[in-house]
T-cell receptor, first 114, second 110 residues
Framework: EADIYQTPRYLVIGTGKKITLECSQT?????MYWYQQDPGMELHLIHY???????EKGDLSSESTVSRIRTEHFPLTLESARPSHTSQYLC?????????????FGPGTRLLVL | KNEVEQSPQNLTAQEGEFITINCSYS?????LHWLQQHPGGGIVSLFM???GKKKHGRLIATINIQEKHSSLHITASHPRDSAVYIC????????????FGKGTLLTVNP
């Protein structure tokens, strides 16, 4: 069973607040990802990481930032939340090396910015 | 035109029915995945395919690279199969970045 965790699961916060969404995995995966998903819509990659100290922006522009100081931890930060940031944020990880690997997804964080 | 198109967008079935969900794509791919997303938002990886067919329990996934088409079949469907099914692609030579479509919402009634 995949061991990838996200906290909080739900967050309601006011405009202008700084927030950090946590993501941790215990599988030792080098690759980690953040996706954003609006209701009824497809997932969009907003950040990914090959490993420690490696982060890249994804296909969808996002005002969020990420860091990867430890293999198991990939937090996402919004410095000043806005209503347009309201969405579901999903974290995932996959093994490294050649070939293709399934991605393991966390349960997601539903963010509502008032 | 989206790179990934799924059909149908919505599907309602009775318990026990055989279900087929289709995925067509317009780009070269190196692998195609089938994911299941439950109403709570959690996503489970069902299959990863680059050719042929895979089976796991009541689920069967097939892919035809020449026709750029994949299908997910569910035999003896059950209400717990109700979920959104998504078929993201590894395209453009990437073995990690996925391209997603909107998915197919399946509802299985008892």
């Amino acid at each position: 069973e995949a061991d990838i965790y996200q906290t909080p699961r739900y967050l309601v916060i006011g405009t202008g607040k700084k927030i950090t969404l946590e993501c941790s995995q215990t599988m030792g995966h080098d690759k980690m990802y953040w996706y954003q998903q609006d209701p009824g819509m497809e997932l969009h990659l907003i950040h990914y990481s090959y490993g420690v100290n490696s982060t890249e922006k994804g296909d969808l522009s996002s005002e969020s930032t990420v860091s990867r100081i430890r293999t198991e931890h990939f937090p996402l930060t919004l410095e000043s939340a806005r209503p347009s940031h309201t969405s579901q944020y999903l974290c995932a990880s996959s093994e490294t090396g050649g070939g293709h690997w399934s991605q393991y997804f966390g349960p997601g964080t539903r963010l509502l910015v008032l | 035109k989206n790179e990934v198109e799924q059909s149908p967008q919505n599907l309602t079935a009775q318990e026990g029915e055989f279900i087929t969900i289709n995925c067509s794509y317009s780009v070269g791919i190196s692998a195609l995945h089938w994911l299941q997303q439950h109403p709570g938002g959690g996503i489970v990886s069902l299959f990863m395919l680059s050719s042929g067919k895979k089976k796991h329990g009541r689920l069967i996934a097939t892919i035809n690279i020449q026709e750029k088409h994949s299908s997910l079949h569910i035999t003896a469907s059950h209400p717990r199969d109700s979920a959104v099914y998504i078929c993201p692609l590894n395209s453009g030579g990437s073995n990690y970045k996925l391209t997603f479509g909107k998915g197919t919402l399946l509802t299985v009634n008892p």
